[in-house]
């Protein structure tokens, strides 16, 4: 880190810094949380199976998931930036933890399996960083491409079958061991990493740079600061979190499912922009972000209860992915009206 990243960063607009200066609970946040519990309260008056403790522990398992790769989907488009391959890159991490940790392939160490698993993650998003901040490839295409060869690897690595962790004593634990009785460690484990995505967005250097390149990036490098590397480091740590999801969802299923995967993406980034993090960068919600997750987890959830075919549960997530963008722009409308 050189001297100059350390000062002030240039004077701004006062839109642009009332954007970055904004507290962790916005109007933004509070019309995203009137939504989830009209969601919620319409699926408990519609079905009454909707509000049992095993149902709840389900949508919120499912929104551990999710919001996971959400929070590391946070940070990339606090850089304007974007991330396709989180869904089958989680699914690529899955398939590499079980190749680390059974006794199938190599057999490590539950824990060092585990943490190879997450690594790994952190160098699919080293690999999307550097083609985006060195290479110069946009984020859309950078990620898209990492989809697709995330997809392909994680078929042939598994040979396009599932790989189990039935060798790997403890592992389903993970994820649905209960260390609070009744919550799953998964939940548990989200909201740590959502603590800790708050306070790395709110309070420390790398979340300070996201969201001052989001708002402009050519005045943050005219300021000195090193955009290219600390891009490749927001991506690394986007990369962690899927290494991080992708371990959990292996956990949940006690196997890795390498057709898994597709549409995780579409959920993560909803998710983001439902919470307040903006596509066109420069603000960013770990709250957001969490009420987002629970949401999409509670209408699929919900959805999956009222028997509603599988194709219109599709139509509704995309339907949920056009209102958020919509909304965004319309705030992003008023604000350069200010």
């Avoid at 998003?125 to 060195?134: D, F, K, R, T």
């Avoid at 005219?222 to 690394?236: D, E, F, H, P, Q």
């Avoid at 998710?271 to 709250?287: E, K, N, P, Q």
Wanted: aromatic share 6%; with cysteine; proline share 4%.
């Amino acid at each position: 880190m050189t001297a100059a990243e350390q000062t002030q960063l240039p004077d701004e607009p006062p839109q642009t810094r009332e954007r970055r200066s904004a507290g962790p609970v916005s109007l933004h946040q509070f019309l995203a949380f009137g939504a989830l519990i009209v969601v919620f309260a319409f699926f408990a008056v519609a079905n009454g199976n909707f509000l049992t403790m095993n149902n709840v522990a389900n949508i919120l398992l499912a929104a551990s998931v999710t919001g996971t790769l959400a929070l590391g989907v946070t940070f990339i488009i606090a850089t304007g930036g974007i991330d396709l391959s989180v869904g089958t890159g989680m699914t690529l991490c899955s398939v590499m933890t079980a190749v680390f940790a059974t006794q199938e392939f190599i057999g490590l160490p539950m824990p060092v399996g585990v943490l190879l698993g997450v690594a790994f993650g952190a160098l699919i998003g080293l690999v999307n960083g550097v083609n985006v901040a060195v290479l110069g490839i946009p984020p859309f295409i950078a990620t898209l491409g990492m989809m697709m060869a995330a997809n392909g690897l994680a078929l042939v690595i598994s040979d396009a079958t599932p790989l189990y962790f039935t060798s790997v004593p403890g592992f389903g634990q993970i994820a649905l061991g209960s260390i609070i009785p009744r919550i799953p460690n998964a939940v548990v484990i989200f909201l740590v990493l959502a603590v800790i995505a708050g306070v790395v967005l709110g309070k420390t250097l790398i979340g300070r740079y996201a969201l001052s390149i989001g708002s402009n990036e050519e005045a943050t490098r005219m300021s000195g600061v090193n955009t290219r590397s600390w891009l490749i480091r927001i991506y690394v740590l986007g990369g962690a979190f899927t290494g991080i999801a992708g371990v959990m969802m292996a956990s949940r299923l006690n196997s890795a499912q390498p057709a898994l995967g597709v549409g995780y993406e579409l959920e993560a980034i909803a998710a983001v922009v439902i919470g307040g993090t903006s596509l066109s960068g420069g603000r960013g919600s770990i709250l957001g972000t969490i009420i987002g997750a629970i949401l999409m987890a509670t209408l699929n959830n919900g959805l999956q209860i009222l028997a509603v075919p599988q194709e219109w549960q599709k139509v509704a997530v995309g339907v949920v992915i056009l209102v958020a963008v919509f909304a965004d722009n319309v705030r992003r409308r008023r604000e350069g009206r200010l």
